[in-house]
């Protein structure tokens, strides 16, 4: 069972910066470096979108919507993955999960961390 909690999330002012964390609980080094981690998002009314996600060959694919502002980042030694997310707009508040796939076994996800950005 593959265990995710993200934490991070706040609020903050348009322009302002967010480090959202998401640590693989249980998971032993050899497993969680086979997941393919991701973050989505999903704000009030709409559906759970895409923010960031690593492809097979362990690029990064950005939406187009946080390109340039958003990045991530893993540390295999920590178990953890991270959203560093820069001059956020009031368009970024919504509920973001963190994902990983895990090849052959199943996509997993966290309970989410809300991020809020005020104008």
């Known amino acids: 069972q593959v265990q995710l909690v993200e934490s991070g999330g706040g609020s903050v002012q348009a322009g302002g910066s967010l480090r959202l964390s998401c640590a693989s609980k249980?998971?032993?080094?050899?497993?969680?470096?086979?997941?393919?981690m991701g973050w989505y998002r999903q704000a009030p009314g709409k559906p759970r979108e895409l923010v960031a996600t690593?492809?097979?060959?362990?690029?990064?694919d950005y939406a187009d919507s946080v390109r340039g502002r958003f990045t991530f980042s893993r540390d295999n030694t920590k178990r953890t993955v991270y959203l560093q997310m820069n001059n956020l707009k009031a368009e970024d508040t919504a509920v973001y999960y963190c994902?990983?796939?895990?090849?052959?076994?199943?996509?997993?996800w966290g309970q989410g961390t809300q991020v809020t950005v005020s104008s």
């Open positions: 994902s990983a796939n895990w090849p052959g076994r199943g996509q997993y």
């Open positions: 249980r998971s032993i080094l050899s497993s969680f470096v086979s997941y393919n």
């Open positions: 690593e492809t097979s060959g362990r690029t990064t």
